[in-house]
């Protein structure tokens, strides 16, 4: 006689067809402290109960029984699905996009944005928001157990920077604005128009910049400095010593703006030459002429002259200068200062003049210097000094 022997070996089941209620473990994270109102929220629920089988990727929350819905004051989606990350991981996640509220985000009195709430999950959802609106999770754990996570959604103040203080003619320049409201599209790059001007371009050129990544709210644009060049596309008419100036209008304030409100961002740097101040005007040396034009040789007091300059401007791009005249005794004292403003074209040769009558004879020292200006006081020649007796 066989006999047969059947074992039956139990094999421990690994999670929980149903929650423990004793014990709610299933903490709610969003990746965010804080969201735009464009903003894609991504949420992760941690629930090690809900993982009812090892071998499948589970879901939660879209069951009548147990839901997750996702809300704020006046919109929601319900019963939302979390799937979870991989097989026997516990943990779940989902995304819902935000889509702000009907706005025109840039003055042209278009809408900007398609308020819509719809979606099922887990990366399927749209959710419409207001301007200060807050977000809440909610996940029915168990029967009469609802666990809850809540984020903020807000607007932001822009900002609006160069990325240097000072530029080069010759290099390119960058400018950058920082504005998350303006993420309108968080799975694709948005973009956003800069006004870029400069002291000897008031009028200025428009740029597009584009947003660094999805998401980032944050929007570079690059363009040139021409000197001999008029400003169009992304090029910009600037000399050295000029300030350049960006601004954008930002029309997503958080409070105590309202929604109506606008506000002109807008940020400065200035622009040079690589080439030393103290190298980019010629200054040559002097002459004396009398009241007729004629060449003086010799000088007699209570006669009047003319001290008569010479300059050149052998770079690239013209030049706004001040010629001084200063006249001082053999005392060292300054007997005369005058001095003549203008501006100067790319190797243009340029002849400034100004009188002086000396009431007493005597040693004189004339001496002439061009600076960019009176106030910034920047040296673009050598002093030049010529020493004269008057009888």
Do not use: C
Request: no cysteine; net charge negative; glycine share 6%.
């Amino acid at each position: 006689m066989v006999y047969f022997f059947l074992f039956l070996i139990l094999l421990p089941a690994f999670g929980q067809s149903t929650p423990d209620y004793n014990d709610p473990y299933s903490p709610i994270f969003t990746d965010k402290p804080v969201y735009s109102w464009t903003d894609k929220v991504k949420m992760t629920i941690i629930a090690p109960s809900w993982n009812t089988d090892r071998y499948l990727i589970d879901s939660i929350g879209d069951m009548d029984s147990h839901p997750i819905k996702i809300a704020t004051s006046e919109h929601s989606l319900e019963p939302y699905r979390f799937t979870e990350t991989d097989v026997n991981s516990g943990i779940f996640t989902a995304e819902v996009i935000l889509t702000g509220f009907s706005h025109d985000v840039n003055g042209d009195g278009n809408f900007d944005t398609t308020p819509r709430t719809i979606g099922s999950g887990p990366t399927s959802g749209f959710l419409q928001v207001d301007r200060d609106s807050t977000i809440t999770i909610s996940f029915e754990f168990a029967d009469g157990v609802i666990l809850v996570e809540s984020v903020p959604v807000i607007w932001n103040l822009g900002t609006i920077n160069f990325a240097e203080d000072l530029f080069f003619l010759e290099n390119s320049a960058v400018v950058r604005v920082v504005d998350v409201d303006m993420n309108l599209n968080p799975e694709a790059l948005d973009n956003l128009t800069i006004q870029l001007f400069s002291d000897s371009d008031v009028t200025g050129i428009e740029v597009n910049a584009v947003e660094t990544s999805k998401r980032s709210g944050a929007f570079i644009a690059t363009f040139s400095l021409s000197q001999n060049l008029s400003s169009i596309g992304n090029r910009l008419y600037s000399i050295p010593g000029d300030a350049i100036f960006a601004k954008y209008d930002d029309y997503t304030l958080p409070k105590p703006y309202s929604t109506s409100d606008n506000l002109e961002i807008q940020t400065i740097a200035r622009v040079d030459s690589s080439i030393p101040p103290i190298e980019r005007i010629v200054n040559s040396p002097i002459s004396f002429s009398g009241s007729l034009g004629n060449p003086l040789e010799s000088f007699s007091q209570n006669t009047q002259m003319q001290i008569v300059g010479t300059i050149k401007n052998e770079q690239e791009f013209k030049q706004k200068f001040v010629y001084f005249f200063q006249v001082k005794n053999d005392q060292n004292y300054v007997e005369s200062l005058s001095w003549v403003r203008g501006e100067i074209s790319s190797n243009q040769f340029l002849d400034v003049s100004q009188s002086w009558v000396p009431k007493e004879s005597g040693k004189y020292t004339v001496e002439t210097f061009v600076w960019n200006s009176i106030g910034d006081s920047i040296a673009l020649s050598p002093l030049m000094s010529t020493l004269i007796t008057v009888q």
